[in-house]
């Protein structure tokens, strides 16, 4: 049992090694702003086109950076899930064929 645990921990560890090295990208209209993160879902970028950042409102730039966040969100939790799916189905042996 306890090797279990240690090899579903290590699993674990191996998983957010991966999912930090896989880069997401959420944009809003065509681009004008652009969010990179991790599949861990850590922001590590954020690009705002000049020609927009210079004729926004600031509510504008606010409401269109959290769309692009929120798409970069979705899609590292995603990948996250996927990844977590694969190890539990891993671990779990199938479970004589019922996952």
């Known amino acids: 049992m306890f090797d279990k645990l240690l090899e579903a ?3 674990a560890e191996q998983i957010k090694k991966r ?3 896989i880069a997401v990208v959420g944009e809003v209209e065509g681009g004008i702003i652009k969010v990179v993160a991790t599949a861990n879902k850590e922001v590590t970028e954020v690009s705002i086109d ?3 950042l ?3 409102g600031k509510e504008e730039l606010e409401e269109l950076l959290v769309v ?7 899609q590292a ?3 996250s899930q996927a990844e977590m799916q694969g ?3 891993d671990m779990l ?4 064929g019922l996952l």
């Open 9 to 11: 921990r290590q699993k």
């Open 93 to 96: 042996g199938g479970l004589g």
């Open 50 to 52: 000049q020609v927009f």
């Open 77 to 79: 939790e995603n990948i």
């Open 54 to 56: 210079a004729n926004a």
């Open 19 to 21: 999912l930090d090295s």
């Open 87 to 89: 190890v539990a189905k």
């Open 68 to 74: 692009a966040v929120n798409n970069a969100m979705r």
